[in-house]
């Protein structure tokens, strides 16, 4: 059986400021007003018999994961949480290790959660090609038909031809300068490094533990020490911080004498910056790229996105303008690639904007910023049907609830009571409270907090039904 593995890790700080780290590229509708990419990357699957999908993704990231599958009507995938960032070769050892425990013949298919695809049905037929050749013991990888000497990305060599559409690796080498771009796409033998592979688990795990033993005795001892925390299987902290740091390039692919790849012309990019999300969109009759409210005149070969505010251009040609609430950015869309330069500076500075977005993701719903002051803060705050917010008490304020829409159950001490819609209620400091939403709409409400401090930290908790302890 098939087992696809999304892989969840990435930051994406290049398409920052709509990609940050507490809300990755790969939970964004970049290319959708539907599906992020990682319903995406599920959704284009659709057609091939496969197990349950594999989700390998950032401990912070958990509900983000299981809310967006639940979305899908997607169930009994097994979302893996790692503990801290040891790039893609342990990740996927991992998802091995969990695809064996019920399918000792355990076919990966493993994929980035934040890839674009236009064309599905060729990728199934690629897909199967490459399921082919894992069944006769290689291990597999596409590499991608290079429409022009692109140096964003690396590149394989390929060699003889194996199976059809199958060829063997000669050499994985990295990202080129332009002149010996220029010459691997003359030359006909290259094709760009996709990050996607297809092999048999156990095949990888054993040659894993040859060539990066370090790497799959740490993965080894952090999953058989796992835990399972809701529908979360945890590994065990110390023993993954123990693992090297390898992408499967380096520790295997490299080394092996079984890799093969095969030849993928269907639509592809790894949406690595702003000028690559702008090649893959649908262009207006000025070669424009234009999402959200935005008007144009006189505007050329530009991406333009708006998040909430008016984006209004005149007579500019080849830029790139993304707004948010919070932020916005205007690049020249020849050095997109250098707004890592720009995140770097704000992480070194340790500004908020880095991680989160003034609407902040919970597992109950979301909260969002609209007024901050120094003893002040207004929110918005939404909770799901059905859903529960902790149990918990704060030393430094006090809160305000007013009901927008929907109904509230909150407990304040020792009251239980209902709120609905235009009903307020007061929340003292220092007092344990509580509020959820029975309804079967979702429950606004706006917030205002007073107090001497007003920071997130500041948040006892007593009970949690997802399992938070801070």
Not at 294 to 317: C, E, F, M, P, Q
Request: proline fraction near 5%; glycine fraction near 6%; charged fraction near 20%.
């Amino acid at each position: 059986m098939i087992h696809p593995v999304l892989l969840c890790g990435g930051v994406g700080s290049r398409l920052w400021p709509v990609s940050r780290g507490l809300f990755p590229k790969q939970f964004i509708r970049l290319m959708s007003d539907q599906w992020s990419m990682l319903q995406q990357t599920l959704g284009r699957l659709e057609g091939l018999e496969l197990a349950p999908p594999i989700v390998v993704c950032n401990e912070e990231h958990r509900f983000l994961v299981a809310e967006q599958l639940r979305q899908m009507g997607v169930e009994n995938a097994a979302i893996i949480l790692e503990p801290v960032g040891r790039n893609t070769a342990p990740a996927v050892a991992l998802a091995a290790m969990a695809a064996q425990k019920n399918d000792a013949e355990a076919v990966l298919l493993v994929l980035p959660a934040d890839h674009v695809i236009k064309q599905p049905t060729i990728f199934h037929q690629a897909v199967m090609q490459a399921v082919v050749a894992a069944e006769q013991g290689h291990l597999a990888t596409f590499g991608v038909v290079p429409e022009g000497p692109e140096t964003g990305y690396g590149y394989i060599e390929r060699g003889v031809e194996v199976l059809p559409n199958c060829y063997k690796v000669t050499r994985f080498v990295e990202k080129p300068d332009l002149p010996t771009a220029k010459s691997y796409v003359r030359s006909g033998k290259y094709a760009w490094n996709s990050g996607m592979f297809v092999f048999r688990a156990e095949q990888f795990c054993t040659e894993l533990g040859q060539f990066s033993p370090e790497i799959f005795h740490a993965c080894r001892k952090a999953y058989d020490d796992r835990e399972h925390d809701l529908s979360f299987i945890r590994i065990d902290r110390l023993a993954f911080e123990q693992c090297p740091s390898d992408s499967i390039d380096y520790a295997l692919m490299e080394k092996t004498n079984n890799a093969v790849v095969i030849a993928l012309a269907a639509g592809w990019s790894d949406v690595g910056s702003w000028s690559s999300l702008w090649q893959v969109s649908e262009h207006d009759d000025d070669n424009n790229v234009c999402r959200g409210d935005v008007i144009t005149h006189n505007v050329s070969n530009s991406y333009l996105r708006s998040g909430k505010r008016l984006v209004a251009a005149v007579g500019v040609d080849n830029l790139v303008v993304v707004e948010t609430e919070d932020a916005i950015l205007v690049a020249s869309k020849d050095h997109v690639q250098d707004v890592k330069h720009i995140v770097s500076r704000l992480k070194s500075e340790v500004r908020p904007e880095t991680d989160r977005h003034t609407q902040v993701f919970r597992p109950w719903g979301s909260y969002q910023a609209l007024v901050a002051d120094r003893r002040f803060q207004v929110k918005r705050i939404i909770v799901s049907p059905g859903q529960t917010l902790s149990l918990q008490m704060h030393h430094h304020r006090a809160e305000h609830w007013v009901v927008v829409s929907g109904t509230a159950h909150v407990t304040c001490g020792e009251k239980e009571f209902i709120l609905t819609e235009d009903q307020s209620t007061y929340i003292p400091l220092g007092h344990q409270h509580r509020l959820s939403n029975p309804g079967v709409i979702p429950l606004e409400l706006i917030e205002v907090q007073s107090g001497s401090y007003l920071g997130e930290d500041d948040i006892v908790r007593f009970e949690d039904i997802y399992g938070r302890s801070k």
